[in-house]
């Protein structure tokens, strides 16, 4: 049996297992801003400014982390390209760890005065950076750790986790919210998430010590295959065709999870009058089905290529939106169905990486999909509640027309990806490695 379709082994798993863990901290830490954004609001701001302008300023601030995406992104993956992906993956959780440990720390605006807001900026900044950093890694790093014909499900298993870091500040959060009363939460109560958050990342860094070099990583280094000039040079002049097809990919998986598990809960409030806990309840729902859905896009993946899953899964994304906005008006009694099952379809994202990493050579990996997916991130994850929110002046269901827009691109790549034999430009991440010398 050949290295490339061996089954997975201890290390594999114990790899798979670090990554994942560290990705579903890393991915609390970074959202569990969004659930206390309205006390933050209240506690870092001038009491007498006006509601909308607090609001504002909040959500400016929550922004930020997304805008520091990019640049923290390609920073680290330069440097992941040049000397090593271990080291960059383990500064990338210490980068998450450090500032929520901060903003469960910082005193407010009370006591510092207009430090307080500038100091919470800075943090939330250091946040996007560690995040636009630790996705990409941890894709790259398990990816080129396992074997060519598990990278699917080893890509998968990762997204899953990040996804698990989701639903772990929404079960957090709706903890501290229950067991205490709105006066402890606006006291003292907001500042434990966040150092829960930073003490479960310091946890995860000490374990991330056990980790090892990629392989693939190691060869290039001892033929001196390295990248010779700035890895994000080499990306944009000559793999435009790859980061195309990544950013289209990464729109997808961000606007996918956006309307669908983060937005879908206010619009089911607000357009069919359900009450708040039940929509939590159903999105929790919907997000561990995601996670299901991710492992499943990733086992697929392997068996029958990206192309027929992207049109398959496409297919099922579409229908399972359409059915379930348009539905769940009229049967309220299907809610947790129908929001379970297009939680599962959109797990379908979880086959983005696999061809992500098999779109770059090893020499550039690290920093192709990070210029292309934190890039993408920032502009389709920061505008689409924007769109969706300013097409529902026009339709109340644009949410439902905004997915199935996604579901067509999804589609569409499917049928490109078809066409194009290796499956977006390389052949594989092994013989990638041995030519990119």
């Not at 929550?62 to 090593?84: E, K, N, Q």
């Not at 709105?182 to 150092?195: I, K, M, N, S, Y």
């Not at 696999?354 to 890039?375: D, H, K, L, Q």
Request: contains cysteine; glycine residues 10%; proline residues 5%.
């Amino acid at each position: 049996m050949s290295k490339h379709t061996r089954p997975l082994n201890r290390q594999d798993y114990k790899t798979l297992t670090l990554a994942a863990l560290g990705g579903a901290l890393e991915f609390y830490d970074f959202i569990i801003f969004v659930f206390f954004a309205a006390v933050v609001g209240e506690l870092f701001f001038p009491a007498d400014i006006p509601e909308w302008l607090r609001q504002v300023q909040t959500f400016g601030i929550f922004a930020a982390g997304y805008l520091a995406r990019p640049l923290g992104g390609i920073i680290m993956a330069h440097f992941g390209d040049l000397v090593g992906r271990k080291k960059m993956f383990t500064l990338s959780i210490l980068l998450m760890a450090l500032p929520t440990l901060a903003i469960g720390l910082l005193p407010t605006y009370a006591t510092l005065g207009i430090a307080a807001p500038l100091l919470l900026l800075l943090m939330r900044v250091l946040q996007g950076a560690a995040i636009g950093g630790e996705v990409p890694g941890a894709w790259v790093f398990v990816a080129e750790h396992v074997p060519e014909r598990r990278i699917g499900i080893a890509c998968g298993t990762l997204t899953a986790g990040l996804t698990v870091g989701i639903l772990l500040g929404s079960v957090v959060a709706t903890q501290v919210n229950t067991q205490m009363s709105q006066q402890a939460v606006h006291d003292w109560g907001w500042r434990l998430p966040f150092l829960l958050g930073g003490a479960f990342g310091l946890v995860a860094m000490y374990l991330r010590r056990w980790l090892q070099e990629t392989p693939i990583f190691l060869e290039m280094q001892q033929r001196k295959a390295l990248a010779q000039e700035l890895p994000v040079k080499s990306v944009v002049l000559e793999h435009k065709k790859a980061v195309v097809v990544s950013m289209l990919l990464t729109w997808l998986l961000s606007a996918g999870i956006v309307v669908v598990i983060l937005m879908s809960p206010v619009w089911l409030q607000k357009q069919y009058g359900f009450a708040p806990a039940l929509t939590l309840q159903a999105n929790s729902i919907a997000t561990i089905m995601l996670c299901f859905g991710c492992l499943i896009a990733g086992l697929v993946v392997d068996r029958i290529g990206a192309s027929k899953t992207f049109i398959t899964g496409s297919i099922l994304l579409a229908c399972s939106s359409w059915l379930f906005y348009h539905l769940v008006g009229s049967r309220p009694d299907l809610l947790f169905a129908l929001y379970g099952l297009v939680g599962l379809c959109v797990g379908v994202v979880g086959a983005v990486p696999y061809v992500m990493v098999r779109a770059f050579p090893a020499a550039v990996r690290f920093t192709g999909i990070s210029f292309s997916y934190n890039v993408s991130y920032a502009i389709f994850g920061g505008l689409t509640p924007i769109a969706v929110t300013l097409l529902m002046s026009v339709s109340p269901m644009a949410p439902a027309w905004y997915v199935l827009a996604l579901s067509l691109v999804g589609l569409a790549l499917g049928l490109w990806l078809r066409h194009d034999r290796t499956e977006a430009g390389v052949s594989t991440p092994v013989e990638s490695a041995s030519q990119a010398h």
